[in-house]
């Protein structure tokens, strides 16, 4: 007797384990996704509200279609706030995720982050960002699909930045920080100019490496002139 209440207790215990791992799975794949694009959504809703008041209050967008200009220095970056929504076309048209400032945890859950010792937006040097491969909404799921001349393009609600992959992506470890220097490491840049640096895990459901891609600012064009064309149908 004493046996088989063992033998019923252990598999009972089994079955309950089995359980938790198989709920902690469905929160890991699909609840923390849920999550992220509610949150991501909420981002983007926050800054079209921002920019919609900030142009009824200005009047007018403030975006220079030169790229040889040094359009006016945007106020710094509040952490772990949204300041720019970035669209992938490889990725699909309807892909547009928020950026915010800094890569901590909590911020990576909401959007993309940007690296705050990197670049700003459009300007000279090094904009990096950071996303998840997988997990809360695989911002960057499709990363390995970038190509060479493939656009991403990013707004700040008065200019649109259209930037262009130069080679596919590059792995690397994560302690290869020099990927997002203001002239990085590996890109084949040779001067200084303006450039994105994405990065995001590699493998798909690991942590032990990472996955770089490397842009240049090819266009950009303010807000009232309608969307750029790499973002046309």
């Not at 921002?50 to 200009?69: E, K």
């Not at 020099?178 to 990085?184: A, K, N, S």
Request: with cysteine.
């Amino acid at each position: 007797m004493t046996v088989r209440v063992i033998v019923r207790t252990f598999s009972e215990l089994c079955i309950t384990v089995g359980t938790l791992i198989v709920l902690f799975v469905a929160y890991v794949l699909f609840w923390t996704g849920v999550k992220a694009d509610r949150a991501m959504d909420d981002q983007i809703d926050r800054l079209h509200d921002r920019w919609s008041q900030g142009r009824i209050a200005t009047g007018a967008g403030s975006g220079s279609g030169a790229l040889d200009s040094s359009p006016p220095k945007p106020a710094p970056y509040e952490d772990g706030e949204p300041f720019a929504v970035m669209y992938v076309p490889r990725f699909g048209f309807t892909w547009n995720k928020p950026v915010l400032q800094g890569t901590a945890t909590d911020t990576l859950k909401k959007g993309l982050g940007h690296y705050a010792r990197t670049a700003q937006l459009g300007r000279k040097g090094n904009f990096a960002v950071a996303g998840h491969r997988r997990t809360y909404g695989d911002p960057f799921k499709d990363f390995p699909e970038l190509r060479r001349g493939d656009a991403v393009v990013l707004t700040d609600g008065t200019t649109w930045f259209t930037y262009r992959i130069d080679k596919k992506p590059y792995k690397t470890l994560p302690s290869d920080t020099g990927v997002v220097d203001p002239v990085p490491r590996g890109s084949g840049y040779r001067e200084p100019g303006r450039y994105l640096t994405l990065t995001t895990c590699e493998p798909e459901w690991g942590h032990s490496h990472r996955l770089i891609a490397w842009a240049h600012l090819d266009a950009t064009q303010p807000v009232e002139a309608g969307k750029p064309e790499a973002l046309r149908r």
